[in-house]
């Protein structure tokens, strides 16, 4: 492992065991860095702050592991969440932190993303172009229903198994998505609230 890796990963460690205790409003760098025997100098060398390490966390122990697998859209979903049951109190409390730049904001974001990359691949492979408007509404209402499900599995303790959990949605997205891709159906612009 390279070093810039073993210290990232050290730092994570640290943030992680620190979890185990405490929220992640109620941990400092200094405490971070205190617990892991790394500088404060170092830690900004490789983070902005405590949220973008969490970020760290996530990318590359769930979402690039995730990237690498085959599957369609619900394997992946599920791999997700396998990951994340791994580490119930480090994503419990990463989740409980809102606005900017928080884990909360990412992990949306990533999930976002991954649902678009998937519908598209849907669409392209029954031959169909995808309007961005479409694109745009139904990843966003795909993906906001999939994190309130997660947020709801998280706050009950992620006792569930994944694929259990996100079953249901087998049966309901693949007609829905089918509908919305070749149906003739007008779609607003979709406008962030500001």
């Known amino acids: 492992?390279?070093?810039s890796n073993r210290t990232k990963q050290d730092l994570a460690t640290s943030l992680k065991l620190l979890m185990k205790n405490s929220a992640l409003s109620d941990i400092s760098v200094q405490d971070i860095v205190n617990n892991s025997g790394i500088s404060r100098?170092?830690?900004?060398?490789h983070f902005i702050d405590k949220q973008d390490l969490v970020q760290w966390v996530f990318r590359s122990e769930v979402i690039d592991p995730v990237e690498q697998e085959d599957g369609d859209y619900l394997d992946r979903l599920v791999s997700i969440l396998a990951k994340m049951q791994k580490e119930p109190a480090f994503y419990t409390k990463a989740l409980e932190t809102y606005g900017q730049n928080s884990f909360s904001e990412y992990f949306f974001e990533s999930l976002l993303q991954l649902t678009r990359y998937c519908l598209r691949d849907f669409a392209e492979g029954r031959g169909m172009p995808l309007d961005e408007r479409v694109e745009?509404?139904?990843?966003?209402?795909?993906?906001h229903a999939i994190v309130g499900i997660t947020k709801d599995w998280i706050k009950n303790g992620m006792k569930r198994d994944p694929a259990a959990l996100l079953a249901p949605l087998q049966g309901m997205l693949r007609p829905v998505v089918t509908l919305l891709v070749e149906g003739d159906?007008?779609?607003p612009q979709y406008e962030e609230d500001e």
């Open 1 to 3: 492992m390279k070093r």
């Open 136 to 143: 745009v509404f139904v990843s966003r209402y795909a993906t």
């Open 185 to 187: 159906l007008e779609f």
């Open 41 to 45: 100098h170092t830690f900004y060398y």
